[in-house]
Each structure stands twice: as structure tokens, then as C-alpha cells.
């Protein structure tokens, strides 16, 4: 049974919560989890760029020299791409309807899968978020500082419940500042972020979410 161990903000162990071996016994394929990170990355590009073509270079329609006459290959105007200021031969252009589609099961699959790899390699922390009466960046880093977790990529889950609770907020505004540190409220996690991050946090408030996540 794995142990996900509790801290306070102080970075003192106050506790711990078992999981089940059986929740931490899932299965993704290699495949259908690398075209789901693919497809969030896809998803996430902007599209946005954009080239010329000949119709839509603003140049005059003459012919820059005569057809024939000077020895002169003939030319039809000066849109050509090799003309300064032409139109650009294959360039990229936006994209409409480009939205890959991500299977649910795969999503959820995935998910499951990277949460349980992390819990095994004691990746996972629980955080006792009390005490964070106003936003302190020190106060965070010197928590994350105390687990020696200062220089690795943390993401930390928190429940979208209490996104109106004053110490929720300021602990959000207290990591936000700290390079390498992601907050992501538990229904919005995905699976890029979870295989980017070295490590986890998560809130108190959120772990009963996590757990009935892997179930």
C-alpha cells in the first residue's frame, strides 16, 4: 500500500494517507498515450501564420520587360516569388478546423496512469494549506525549499471548491511567482502537465478528488 506523506506549510511531516495497491494498478498504452500528448500540443498552437500568395501580393499586373525583343527570359509580373517583394512559393497559411479529437477513455486512461506512476516513485505530496492568512512567495519557497523541491518542475492540484477561500488564493498567488511551479485546479489537469512535472502537490482539500480520480 503506498504512503503519500503530509506537510505542513512549515515543511514539517503532520500526518500521511494510504492508498490502495489496487488503485495503482492501471494500465495505459504507450501509443495511445503518446497521441493524446501529441493532440494536447497540436490543440494548443495558435495557427496564426500566415504568407502571400502571387493573388495576394500588391504589385502591379505590367510585365516588368517586354516578352521578346531583349534576350531576356519572359516574365509575367512582378508577384513572381523571385522578385524582392513577390509571393512567398509554399509558404504556410492558417489553418481552420484543426482541432484533433481525444478519445475520453484515452484522456482518462492516460490520467489515471501518469498519477499512479507518480504515487509509486513517491512523487506525490500532501499539502496542509492552513495558516496563509496573506500572499507570501518567500513563505512557499521556503516550503518547497524544505522538501528539496526549489529547483525541480512542481505542479500542484487544488480543488476548484475553494476557489473563493482567501488562503486558497493567496497560496495560488504565493507559487505563482516561482519559476518551474504550476497550479492547476484537479478537473483541469491533463496529461502534458502531468508528464512535464517532476513532482506533485496537492491540497488537502483536493486529495479525496485525486483518490476517486484513479478509481
Do not use: C
Not at 109 to 135: C, D, F, Q, T
Request: aromatic share 6%; net charge positive.
Amino acid at each position: 500500500m503506498a504512503t503519500l506523506k503530509k506537510y505542513d506549510m512549515q515543511g514539517k511531516e503532520v500526518g500521511s494517507v494510504k492508498v490502495d495497491d489496487a488503485l495503482l494498478e492501471v494500465f495505459a498504452h504507450s501509443q495511445s498515450m503518446k497521441d493524446y500528448i501529441v493532440a494536447i500540443r497540436n490543440n494548443a498552437r495558435q495557427w496564426s501564420a500566415n504568407t502571400k500568395r502571387r493573388s495576394e501580393s500588391h504589385h502591379t499586373g505590367k510585365k516588368p520587360h517586354p516578352q521578346k525583343g531583349q534576350g531576356r527570359s519572359r516574365q509575367g509580373d512582378l508577384a513572381a516569388p523571385h522578385y524582392k517583394g513577390g509571393a512567398v512559393v509554399w509558404g504556410p497559411k492558417p489553418k481552420f478546423d484543426v482541432h484533433t479529437r481525444i478519445n475520453k477513455k484515452e484522456r482518462r486512461a492516460a490520467i489515471r496512469y501518469l498519477i499512479a506512476e507518480k504515487i509509486k516513485a513517491n512523487k506525490v505530496h500532501v499539502l496542509h494549506s492552513e495558516g496563509m492568512e496573506e500572499p507570501k512567495t518567500q513563505k512557499m519557497a521556503e516550503f518547497l525549499g524544505s522538501l528539496s523541491l526549489q529547483d525541480r518542475r512542481i505542479l500542484m492540484l487544488g480543488s476548484p471548491e475553494q476557489a473563493g477561500v482567501v488562503a486558497h488564493d493567496n497560496l495560488v498567488k504565493s507559487l505563482r511567482n516561482i519559476p518551474k511551479k504550476e497550479y492547476l485546479p484537479l478537473p483541469q489537469v491533463n496529461g502534458y502537465e502531468l508528464a512535464r512535472s517532476q513532482e506533485i502537490v496537492v491540497l488537502e482539500s483536493a486529495l479525496n478528488e485525486l483518490i476517486a480520480l484513479l478509481g
